[in-house]
């Protein structure tokens, strides 16, 4: 059994950056790889880096973890094949954590990228995190792992310290994982034109209610001049177009060219659109969303999964240090 790992932090919705960046990426992966299965890891033990954050609310956090599941069967993902567990639920995660923060060296870390940015104001889970990431790894033996570019950094610490854990090991060797980074989309841009992010709140959520999306699409930051007096390839309306909408683009130049249409419109014409497009994965999610009973029982089943995989690698890992 070959496994693909995709990790996902509990500290929002999922946008359409995330759908288009990894998810959709990642579930198609799977499909044209059948020897695999799909590991979703809500990473909740990461999230608490956020703790001292001022909007932290514990109870909003944990209701995004139903949200992030019910999303993704809304997607129609086969379950057998695709498995969604909470971080927090695999027993001994935090046993493989502390060996490797053990193998690592501090001045190593103060490298990392995250610390270098927010030097005089980080707390000790956000420096130790990429080794917590790492763990993530080399406790279901990962082949794959889907990224975005800014954890490059990352996974190249996770592979530094399974090459060190397979020095120390005779009869058996951890995979180095290969990331996939999706090229295309790596960088969704935002409603400001920058990084589509929760922290930035820029992000177009396609399962928010009617009233938030078309606030945000209504949002959207045009031009004083007319329509048909720019170059509508350089405005954001158009990118967030071609992305949702791609087999439609040449159809919406076509319309911009039409001096009765104006900006109010495509923001109504693009509101409209993704009500329609994505009309029943919405339907799905908000069923999926009021079956808490199910997510829980999904959840339940796919820890006790998970930790049977750890704790094989676990026991390997273990014998090294005891």
């Given at each position: 059994m070959k496994i693909i790992l995709l990790g996902i932090k509990n500290n929002g919705s999922l946008h359409i950056g995330h759908l288009l960046s990894i998810i959709y990426p990642s579930i198609n992966f799977l499909k044209n790889n059948k020897k695999y299965i799909l590991?979703?890891?809500?990473?909740?033990?990461?999230?608490?880096?956020?703790?001292?954050?001022?909007d932290y609310n514990k109870k909003k956090y944990n209701n995004y973890i139903y949200k992030i599941l019910s999303i993704f069967l809304s997607l129609e993902i086969n379950i057998k094949k695709v498995l969604i567990y909470k971080q927090s639920d695999i027993k001994y995660i935090l046993k493989i954590f502390?060996?490797?923060?053990?193998?690592?060296?501090?001045?190593?870390?103060?490298?990392?990228?995250?610390?270098?940015?927010?030097?005089n104001n980080i707390n000790i889970g956000e420096f130790i995190y990429p080794i917590l990431m790492a763990s993530d790894i080399i406790s279901l033996n990962v082949k794959y792992i889907f990224i975005g570019k800014d954890q490059?950094?990352?996974?190249?610490i996770s592979k530094y310290l399974i090459k060190k854990i397979n020095i120390k090991l005779l009869n058996y060797k951890f995979n180095i994982p290969k990331s996939f980074i999706n090229?295309?989309?790596?960088?969704?841009?935002?409603?400001?034109f920058k990084k589509m992010s929760k922290s930035n709140k820029?992000?177009?959520?396609?399962?928010?209610?009617?009233?938030?999306?078309?606030?945000?699409?209504?949002k959207i930051k045009t031009s004083s001049k007319k329509l048909q007096n720019i170059n509508i390839k350089k405005i954001y309306i158009y990118y967030i177009y071609k992305y949702?909408?791609?087999?439609?683009?040449?159809?919406?130049?076509?319309?911009?060219?039409?001096?009765?249409?104006?900006?109010?419109?495509?923001?109504?014409?693009?509101?409209?659109?993704?009500?329609?497009?994505y009309k029943n994965e919405r339907l799905r999610y908000f069923y999926y969303y009021k079956k808490k009973k199910l997510l829980k029982n999904i959840l339940?089943?796919?820890?006790?999964?998970?930790?049977?995989?750890?704790?094989?690698?676990?026991?390997?890992?273990?014998?090294i240090f005891k």
């Open positions: 590991l979703i890891l809500i990473a909740d033990l990461h999230v608490l880096t956020y703790i001292n954050n001022i502390w060996y490797l923060c053990n193998l690592y060296k501090f001045n190593r870390l103060k490298l990392t990228h995250i610390y270098k940015k927010y030097l490059k950094q990352h996974l190249e090229k295309k989309f790596n960088k969704v841009l935002g409603l400001d820029n992000t177009i959520n396609i399962f928010s209610n009617k009233k938030k999306i078309k606030n945000k699409i209504f949702l909408f791609k087999n439609n683009k040449k159809k919406f130049l076509k319309q911009c060219k039409n001096y009765k249409y104006n900006f109010y419109k495509i923001k109504k014409n693009i509101y409209k659109k993704i009500l329609k497009v339940l089943k796919n820890k006790y999964i998970i930790n049977k995989i750890v704790y094989k690698n676990y026991n390997i890992i273990n014998n």
